[in-house]
């Protein structure tokens, strides 16, 4: 269904059977066990093993995730870390979707797109607003930065610490380890 979407890149087919699929035991929920919930308005539910090809309607949903994390060390078990995270994050979802639907079947468009919107606004009150921690903004870079692939950050090439990083020249600078190191002459101490 993604042909034309990375097509480049290695991929990985992950089937979720929202029914057999374990979740993290955190999110279990006997309520939002598709193995024991059956919806009063559909009559559909408690998907037995072997449920799709025995239940009608299905839904089949796709969902296409790329994950790029270029740290040399970390880029195999981050990346394996987030698909992970993002593979729970579904199946969570969609069982919990298949839970819930005598409570959304009978809305209308209109009436999902209200009930987002009052969710969205219940829970920003409830966690707050945070500003964004990161802005970006078109600084010009000076002539002294280096070039670089284009994935890769433009980085000035100065010896200057910004002067959110300078130590205040008032302040005394720490030393760690002496400045130089001694060591014994070993042709003496063979004598």
Not at 58 to 61: F, G, N
């Given at each position: 269904i993604f042909d034309n979407e990375a097509k480049d890149l290695e991929r990985e087919?992950?089937?979720i059977d929202i029914a057999s699929d374990e979740i993290p035991e955190r999110y279990y929920k006997e309520s939002e066990d598709p193995k024991y919930?059956?919806?009063q308005k559909t009559g559909r539910g408690q998907l037995k093993e072997g449920w799709r090809e025995t239940h009608q309607p299905?839904?089949?949903?796709y969902k296409l995730v790329t994950v790029k994390f270029e740290v040399w060390g970390l880029q195999t078990?981050?990346?394996q870390f987030v698909h992970k995270v993002v593979r729970d994050i579904l199946l969570i979802g969609?069982?919990?979707a298949f839970a819930w639907v005598d409570e959304w079947y009978d809305?209308?468009?209109d009436e999902v797109r209200e009930f987002e919107r009052a969710t969205q606004e219940a829970t920003n009150k409830k966690i707050?607003?945070?500003p964004?921690?990161?802005s970006i903004s078109n600084i010009s870079m000076p002539s002294s930065t280096r070039s670089a692939p284009s994935s890769a950050p433009s980085t000035p090439l100065s010896t200057d610490a910004p002067d959110f990083l300078t130590v205040p020249k008032d302040r005394p600078r720490k030393k760690s380890a002496p400045e130089t190191l001694t060591l014994p002459d070993p042709e003496k101490k063979k004598n």
């Open positions: 087919v992950c089937f919930f059956k919806s299905i839904m089949c949903s078990r981050v990346e969609h069982r919990q809305m209308t468009m707050g607003i945070f964004p921690e990161i």
